[in-house]
């Protein structure tokens, strides 16, 4: 009776143990989350209870829910690495497979290191009690590549058992800004400086709010302005003048003076359009520092500024009435010159001066222009007078 008590309970024994690893080919350890700008899985790449299997290929990939026949490998993970069982690390291969794309190992030995598109050997800690399981631990921040659409991503594996797998991870939309600060387009301002110069000043760009650090060196935010100057030298505004200023936005303000171009003259006005450009961009690889490759969202703001500048107002007409007796001069100024451009400086006081002429109006050689005093109202449409209480001489002629 004892001997055969004995062979039931090492029959009992061996039959609660596992003689084959199945984990690898569960669902269970295969995961991912979205988030605005990236995403996080988790992949089991070894079980190790019993007879080791391993993932011999693993493949990271995104297929388009509106073309499901398009599809972008982004990370491969996989691992050989048999390591007694109960060690807290263990060995993978990886590497980035999409241009753009940051890959961060998070489980990685030390810190977390961002994967490089060359295949590298890497170890990762092993999750606490789980020394039979170890698992890569990534988070992904897709390419521009992936930029527009929403995605359905998958794990595809083989095992060692030579079969091929599939998990599908999670859905990722990569249509939106990912989260980003927009740059504040409309908080831009122009200031006439000059009669020939004018600023134009940018708002600041706002903070790249990815707190991780490969982020940060690996995307851009980049914004700048057009500014559109289109000068009328004409009433009838078929005479124009256009020039284009590129203005860059920096994380402060940026303040640039522009020149009035010499040729205008005297011009009647300027109208402005002010396009606002907002990016953001990969800066790694070929997309490295050059404009208009890798990016992500390239927004697009136009500003209409019609007669952007207001003028010193020109007089309906000017007279001169002498007083002979008293010697003196009447000026008057008899409202405002009518234009289709009457954007004038509100509070403006013309000032008046007189200089001796011959008989044609040209200034006397030497004769200084000699100020008379000003009009002591702001202009406006009634007529104003001034009387210029200084000696005329007889047989004199003055302008």
């Known amino acids: 009776m004892k001997k055969i008590f004995f062979v039931m309970m090492s029959a009992m024994l061996l039959s609660s143990q596992r003689v084959m690893a199945d984990e690898l080919y569960s669902s269970t350890y295969y995961t991912g989350t979205a988030y605005k700008d990236h995403f996080n899985v988790s992949l089991l790449i070894a079980d190790l209870h019993g007879r080791d299997t391993w993932i011999t290929t693993g493949l990271v990939k995104a297929y388009d829910i509106s073309n499901p026949a398009r599809s972008l490998t982004i990370a491969n993970v996989y691992t050989w690495d048999q390591d007694g069982n109960d060690f807290p690390s263990h060995t993978v291969k990886a590497y980035s497979k999409m241009d753009g794309a940051i890959v961060i190992l998070n489980n990685s030995y030390g810190n977390p290191v961002m994967l490089s598109e060359d295949e590298k050997q890497y170890m990762i800690w092993k999750t606490s009690g789980k020394f039979l399981l170890p698992s890569v631990d990534m988070d992904i921040y897709w390419g521009p590549e992936m930029a527009g659409s929403v995605w359905t991503v998958k794990f595809e594996y083989d095992g060692d058992n030579k079969k091929s797998h599939e998990r599908t991870l999670c859905t990722v939309d990569c249509r939106s800004t990912m989260g980003r600060q927009a740059l504040n387009a409309n908080g831009y301002t122009i200031k006439r400086t000059s009669a020939k110069t004018y600023s134009f ?167 200084p222009w000699s100020y008379r005093g000003h009009l002591n109202e702001d202009v406006t449409s009634a007529t104003m007078a001034f009387t210029d209480n200084g000696m005329i001489e007889f047989n004199q002629y003055y302008k």
């Not at 559109?228 to 920096?250: P, W």
């Not at 690889?285 to 500024?305: A, D, L, P, V, W």
């Not at 403006?348 to 040209?362: A, E, H, V």
């Open 201 to 367: 000043k940018t708002p600041a760009l706002p903070e790249n709010n990815s707190s991780n650090e490969f982020v940060k060196g690996g995307q851009q935010h980049q914004a700048w302005y057009i500014v559109k100057s289109t000068y009328i030298l004409s009433d009838d505004g078929k005479t124009q003048y256009t020039t284009r200023d590129s203005v860059e936005c920096a994380m402060a303000s940026i303040e640039k003076g522009i020149n009035i171009p010499k040729n205008v003259g005297n011009f009647r006005r300027v109208d402005m359009e002010i396009e606002a450009h907002d990016v953001y961009k990969s800066n790694m690889g070929s997309f490295k520092n050059r404009r208009g490759k890798g990016e992500y969202y390239h927004n697009t703001q136009i500003f209409k500024c019609p007669d952007i500048f207001s003028r010193v107002p020109e007089p309906g007409s000017v007279t001169a009435s002498f007083d002979q007796f008293n010697k003196t001069v009447a000026v008057h100024w008899a409202g405002i010159k009518d234009s289709p451009y009457n954007n004038y400086i509100g509070k403006t006081k013309p000032y008046i001066y007189r200089i001796r002429t011959d008989q044609n109006g040209t200034p006397l050689s030497g004769e």
